[in-house]
Each structure stands twice: as structure tokens, then as C-alpha cells.
């Protein structure tokens, strides 16, 4: 099946650092790819969904500024958390879809980010 | 915009029992409904996918699920659970435009006793 490889696994850092997390498509092109942000016993929130090759389209209430988001390939999207706080520990999720009417999403097994 | 709902927030079941997880959704056309899994501190796994024909969907892990147009449902259910099959469970529901944006549901733990 399709394989999604998400990157690093956990990140510690101290606050105001910059944390970049990359998501791969190991054996299909995703044409779009999805980050979310899951806190703790909750569902997944959606943050951004970015197509490749353009500016990805962030969710109401997020930050794009803070969350960066890069889809320079149809194999790669990366998210970078600028300047990092303590409020955005969290667990983040990508998932890579390949297109076409109703494909699934295919996630990667998150990141658990920490911030000190 | 669509939505979903999953009534039971946890479930509990003895190993080898049945099991069956509820899902409504609201969309105004036929939507893409999916069930997916999730393990403690991983991302979560495709479990089934439902988009036309047979409503009655055979997915992974021997569980399945049944679109129920009329009640606006997508159940879960496993004939007989096993112990690794705790875990989260959600129901996402996808638009049927081809884009591949989905709506998830809060999840239903399921906590499975000897």
C-alpha cells in the first residue's frame, strides 16, 4: 500500500527555535498533501492543505506565518514552525493523497513536537 | 459543509465478541467515507474506503463497514475483536468533487478486555 515516511518522530527544542518536519511520498505522487495538528484525546485538526508547486491554503485560525509550508515536489512537503513557543507542543500529522476523485489520504506517523 | 459524528467517545468489548462502531454523517450528496485507525503516538492507518456500488465495504484487519444511505450511516464492525484491535478509531467523511479535503470525526477509543 501507499507509504507516507513523516520526519523526525519527536523534536524537543527550546522555545524560539525554528522545527522543520518533512513528509514523503515513498511510492506515489501526491499531488496534494494535508498537515494537521492533533492535541491530546482529540480528533485531527486540519491546519493547511498544500498542492504542488503552489502556495498551500491554511485553515481559518492558522497562522501561515508561523506555519510554513513547502510543497516543492510530488514526493515532499515540509512544515516549519517559526519560532517555536511552548503553546505549539503538539502532535503534528501529514497525509499525502495521489489525486483523482476520492482517493484516501495515506498519513505518516507523526511528529511529536515539544517545546521547552 | 459536511460533518460527522461518532456518538461514542469509548468503547469497551471483550476479546472475541463483536464489535461495531457508529458513524453519521451530513452531506448533502453521496460523499467518500472512510474508516481509519490510530495507535498510540502513531499516524493514523486506512482501514476502509467507500465511494459507489456495494454498500457493504470489506476492509483491512477483517473489519467492515456498511453505507446506510437512508440513515445516513457508516458503521464499523468486526465479528470478533482482538486484542490489538484497541485503539482509536475514526470516521472521515471526503467531498465528492475530487478534491481530497476530509472532515474527521472525534474518534471512539475502544479498549479491549481479556
Known amino acids: 500500500g501507499a507509504v507516507v515516511s513523516q520526519h523526525p518522530s519527536r523534536v524537543i527544542c527550546k522555545s524560539g527555535t525554528s522545527v522543520k518536519i518533512e513528509c514523503r511520498s515513498l511510492?506515489?505522487?501526491?499531488?496534494?498533501m494535508f498537515w494537521y495538528r492533533q492535541f491530546p484525546k482529540q480528533s485531527l485538526m486540519l491546519m493547511a492543505t498544500?498542492?504542488?508547486?503552489?502556495?498551500?491554503?491554511?485553515e481559518q485560525g492558522v497562522e501561515k506565518d508561523k506555519f510554513l509550508i513547502n510543497h516543492a515536489s510530488l514526493t515532499l512537503s515540509t512544515l516549519t514552525v517559526t519560532s517555536a513557543h511552548p503553546e505549539d507542543s503538539s502532535f503534528y500529522i501529514c497525509?499525502?493523497?495521489?489525486?483523482?476523485?476520492?482517493?484516501?489520504?495515506?498519513f505518516g506517523d507523526g511528529t511529536r513536537l515539544s517545546i521547552l | 459543509a459536511q460533518s460527522v459524528t461518532q456518538p461514542d467517545i469509548h468503547i469497551t468489548v471483550s476479546e472475541g465478541a463483536s464489535l461495531e462502531l457508529r458513524c453519521n454523517y451530513s452531506y448533502g450528496a453521496t460523499p467518500y467515507l472512510f474508516w481509519y485507525v490510530q495507535s498510540p503516538g502513531q499516524g493514523l492507518q486506512l482501514l476502509l474506503k467507500y465511494f459507489s456500488g456495494d454498500t457493504l465495504v470489506q476492509g483491512i484487519k477483517g473489519f467492515e463497514a456498511e453505507f446506510k444511505r437512508s440513515q445516513s450511516s457508516f458503521n464499523l464492525r468486526k465479528p470478533s475483536v482482538h486484542w490489538s484491535d484497541a485503539a482509536e478509531y475514526f470516521c472521515a467523511v471526503g467531498l465528492a468533487g475530487g478534491y481530497q479535503k476530509v472532515t474527521f470525526g472525534t474518534g471512539t477509543k475502544l479498549q479491549v478486555i481479556p
Open positions: 511510492d506515489f505522487q501526491a499531488t496534494t
Open positions: 497525509s499525502a493523497s495521489g489525486g483523482g476523485r476520492g482517493q484516501p489520504q495515506h
Open positions: 498544500s498542492n504542488e508547486g503552489s502556495k498551500a491554503t491554511y
